[in-house]
């Protein structure tokens, strides 16, 4: 028995339909089961009714001589038989068919609503997030703010620092012994 694969338009509108490659492939891998189920089952029904006629054929012939030609129309009738069974058995898989394109198309329709309804909860998150966004942005500009006022008081007290060393270095260099020894040399005090 051949295994049965979905055409890949089919294969592809099922990604679309469903939004998921995984969900696509387990729905199309559950039909293509059906299918091959289906196929297996009517392949089982003509070879037993294949085998049930042949072996009522087989009695009948050997309880009576059988001509050519009444062989022949008994052969006859076991393919008819294997004929009606194909064809009911392609009936059915048209209806099976018919079946799931109809749910296709109630599932498109369901994905459709809620796409539409995700939509619109995307759009209030989004706007959520510009309110949101904006709120920081004016928390983050009175933080800038703020830092900008500590740093300017940084840079005054860096000032008044250097100039208290500036003064502190003087005020050392002028108390050291050694370099009030050195003015009075130079300027002869």
Known sequence: MATYTLPRTTYDLLTEALGEKQKAEIFAKSIESVIEAIEKKAEEIIVEKKSQIKTELKDELRNELVTRELFDERFKALEHNELVTRELFDERFK??????????????????????????????????????????????NVVDERFKIVDEKFKSLNFRLNIFIAIALIALTFANPTFVKLIEKVFGI
């Open 95 to 140: 209806t099976l068919e018919h079946e799931v394109n109809e749910r296709f198309k109630v599932v498109d329709e369901k994905f459709k609503a809620l796409e539409s309804k995700m939509e619109e909860k995307f759009n209030v998150v989004d706007e959520r997030f510009k309110a949101l966004e904006s709120k920081m942005e004016e928390r983050f």
